[in-house]
Each structure stands twice: as C-alpha cells, then as structure tokens.
C-alpha cells in the first residue's frame, strides 16, 4: 500500500523530461522535482535549456533532438552515465504545423510525427530497461484535446495527438508483465504564454473557448504537471493505459 502521509511523492526516481525547457515540459519539471524525483530535461534548444536550470535550481539538462531516432539508444547510455537510470519517461516534446490541407505538404506533416510519434517511440524503446529495472517505473505521453476533437488546420498535430493515444494503451497492456506502467495526460486549454500571445490576436476566439469550458477558464500548466506527478507516483500504482483529460470539463461540454 502507498505510504498515505505522501502517496503522490517521487523520492527515489529519476525523472527525464523532453520539451522540459518551457511551457507544460517546464512546469512538469518543477512539479516531479517538489515532489522528490531527480530531473533531467531535455531539449534542443541550449539557452532555454539554461534558463530553465536557473529558474528550477536542482535539475539537470541534456540536448538531444528526439527526431534523430538511431541516436536515442546511445542517448540513453549517456543520461544514465551523467545522472542514473530513468524510472520516468515523459514524452512531451512537441510541434505543430497551421496549414489547411491544400497548403500541408506531406514534409510538413511528416515534421509533426516524427517528433510527437516517431520520437516518443524511439525514446521508449531506448530507455525501456532503465524504467523496468526500477520496479515502480512508467512512461507518460502529452497528448491533447486534439487526440479526440476535430480540430482544422492541424491535420498533422491531430493524427500524431491520436496516435500517442493508441501507442499509450498498446504499450500499457504491453508493459504492464514487466512492471512498467503507461499513461497519458491530455491537456486542454493551457494558459502559457505562447497561448496567451496568440490568445491577444484573437480576444474573440479567447472568449469563445472561454464558453465552452465549463469550469469557466483555462487551465496552468501547473496543473498539468501535477496530474503526471499523480500518474507517476504510488497513488496510481494500478493505473495503466489511461488518458487522463485535464481540461476543465470541455471534452464533455463538446
């Protein structure tokens, strides 16, 4: 049984964090590292990667592109010399392509699977034997609304947001024999500050989304990170294969 006096606490796992450097990656960082688990975050881009180490404190950061798949065994090799093994994975790195369809080229849509899909995959399979021989680990994929929705002019980011819904029960039914568990967290309308500087575009398009929330407003991405903190950690022991929606009840007021 979990320790009830903190049954969402991390102490003991190592935690690697792609996209970690801003936005849902950051706050998700923060979030696993309250709650005890050492942090790695990942990403491409090193000045944000060092911002990201200065707001956070006790973490650390690696570059690595996720894309560049045939690497991300050797990659692997290479976290758990520098930091330990991987008891946590979370995929999140991310992209997207805004183009209706007759402007998407198949490049364009080919650039948002390879990293959501293609990438997560490839991260999984490296880091499997890492988080199987922790014992208590598991993997954790971003997804979206748009893994459920019909959303225009993101062709690409919906059939990859969907797709890491299929690799997220597959691999959970898959896994669940070697003590590996596997979820997802499904983020509804975000208040980050690349929604809000798109949001300040559009104020009408903010007021329409605003409707559709039943809880009346967006979400932070705090609370995303807690939710993976949730799913990462004892009290979710015989939770697998999951997408857990953290959208404020807009899935069901659709």
Known sequence: MADLASPFG??????LITGGGSGLGLAAARCMREAGAAVTIVGTDAAKLARARAELGDVSAMAFDVTAVEAAEDFAARVAD???????LVNN??????????AMTPADFQSVLDVHVSGAFALTRAFLPQIAAHGAGSVLFTASMASFLGIPEIAGYSAAKAALVGLTRSLATELAPRGVRVNAVAPGWIDTPLFRSASAKDPARVDRINRRIPMGRFGTPEEIGLAMVYLASPAAAYVTGQVLAVDGGALHAF
């Open 10 to 15: 991390l102490s003991g796992h190592h935690a």
């Open 82 to 88: 520098r930091h330990g093994p991987v008891s946590v």
């Open 93 to 102: 790195a991310g992209n997207t392509v805004k183009k209706p369809l007759d």
